[in-house]
């Protein structure tokens, strides 16, 4: 088992950087423009941020990787490799690819390669191909454990070494949105609305229900389980210190088109899980905890261990939207923070607000923050409630900044 576990969280907007780097990420991953696979779901970042980015990350002691991993077509591979050297003047830690030919050229120009899962590994002699070019390496998203230990266990018996000198660490997806097709290389979207799934830029047509349609009769059946190509969500909290066993050092969860509160709930989670693996406190007991609390965000229900314990592909949500055991629901702005007190003056603009409530704060430098609100004042009164279009102050247990965003969290 590895002695080191590295959290690489979700960031497609500064409140999700923020809150990954607040519960405790090692590391963000991003996508900036169109040359990414979440172009059209995550497209908050462009050029003229890699700077910032690397620099928050930096002071907050956390790599910044930079996904330029969609398929890049004829006539674009200067505008990859600009991003490249942008990436690289601006401080950024590594750019996670695809393309070979890319891989080649930023490696000239000194820049830390990381192979994505589009570039489907699936044993050690492709490995030691990318290991050419680079240090962390995504395999396929459909092996199994025991598959991923073989290769593990090759890495460490032949040294098998990446550009830094160091053994070539072994990267997988621990939480989250999983595509029917073979790591995600689906032509669905692609067929359906000339929209490519390899460009970042899937419209997601799988994640709906359809009907079958008898030809000869021209009968109508309903399926059984209508979302029959959208599987449920990657869950691996449960199983975590298998994983982790099996020879993975670098834990990715998937959501850069996800929320501020998802991204802090599920890398606290995984976080508290590795280190649990690594100091031997691992128990299922803990784990029913962790699986709890990510199930409280956005979620299509779990597929506890997925393709990793060799399960059948039968797992398919039975939801559209998310299955989450919480909601949230906009509640106000922070006004004000008052640093020597603690006190957050708050605007209600859209419900009531009542002593007991749970809160959810998230900011761009905020993150995501979750607390329980008690002592509701108006100017000098104490009340336990406080009606929708009040301005009121109450204590916080951090720090605040005008503008974050309010919500009311409830049980669905």
């Known amino acids: ?9 979700p960031a497609g907007s500064y409140e999700s950087l923020a809150a990954a780097i607040r519960a405790g990420a090692d590391s963000i ?50 505008e990859a490799l600009n991003l490249c050297r942008v990436a690289k003047d601006a401080g950024v830690s ?24 589009q570039s489907n590994i699936t044993n050690f002699e492709a490995l030691k191909v990318y290991s050419r070019f680079a240090d962390i390496v995504v395999l396929a998203r459909e092996l199994n454990l ?24 072994i990267e997988a997806f621990a939480h989250g949105a999983l595509c029917v097709a073979v790591s995600g290389l689906c032509g669905m979207s692609l067929c359906a609305y000339n929209s490519p799934a390899t460009r970042g830029a899937c419209f997601q047509n799988c994640r709906r229900s359809y009907r079958v349609t008898d030809e000869q009769t021209g009968a109508e059946y309903l399926i059984e389980n209508r ?61 029913a ?3 709890k609390k990510l199930d409280s965000v956005f979620n299509r229900g779990f597929w506890l261990g997925a393709h990793y314990l060799g399960e059948s592909t039968d ?17 106000g702005r922070v006004l004000n923070y008052y640093h020597k007190s603690s006190i957050a003056h708050v605007a209600l603009e859209a419900d009531d607000l009542r002593n007991g409530d749970r809160l959810l704060v998230t900011g761009p430098t905020t993150g995501a923050v979750y607390m329980n609100v008690e002592d509701i004042h108006i100017e000098e009164k104490v009340l336990t409630q406080a009606p929708k279009g009040s301005e009121v102050t109450f204590k916080v247990p951090v720090k605040l900044r005008k503008n974050d965003k309010l919500y009311l969290v409830k049980m669905t």
């Open 1 to 9: 088992m590895s002695s080191k576990v590295e959290i690489c969280a």
């Open 29 to 78: 991953y991003f996508g900036a423009g169109r040359l990414n696979m979440r172009s059209r779901s995550s497209a908050s970042f462009e050029e003229k941020d890699l700077r910032k980015i690397a620099e928050i990350c930096r002071r907050s002691g956390v790599n910044s990787y930079l996904a330029v991993n969609s398929v890049i077509y004829e006539g674009e591979f200067e």
């Open 94 to 117: 590594a750019v996670i690819l695809s393309d070979l030919a890319l891989m080649q050229a930023a490696r000239d120009m000194g820049l830390a390669v990381h192979v994505s899962v």
């Open 146 to 169: 025991e598959q991923i230990r073989k290769i593990a266990d090759r890495v460490e018996a032949e040294k098998l070494c990446g550009p830094s000198g160091k053994l070539v660490r």
């Open 227 to 287: 979302f029959v190509m959208s599987p449920k969500d990657i869950c691996t909290a449960g199983m975590l210190d298998r994983l982790i066993g099996a020879g993975v050092s670098v834990l990715k969860i998937e959501g850069r088109g996800r929320s501020a509160d998802y991204v802090h709930t599920a890398v606290s989670v995984y976080r508290e899980a590795a280190d649990a693996c690594l100091d031997g406190s691992f128990t299922q007991e803990k784990a």
């Open 289 to 291: 905890v962790w699986v």
């Open 315 to 331: 797992k398919w949500c039975g939801v559209r939207g998310s299955a989450a055991t919480e909601t949230k629901i906009q509640l």
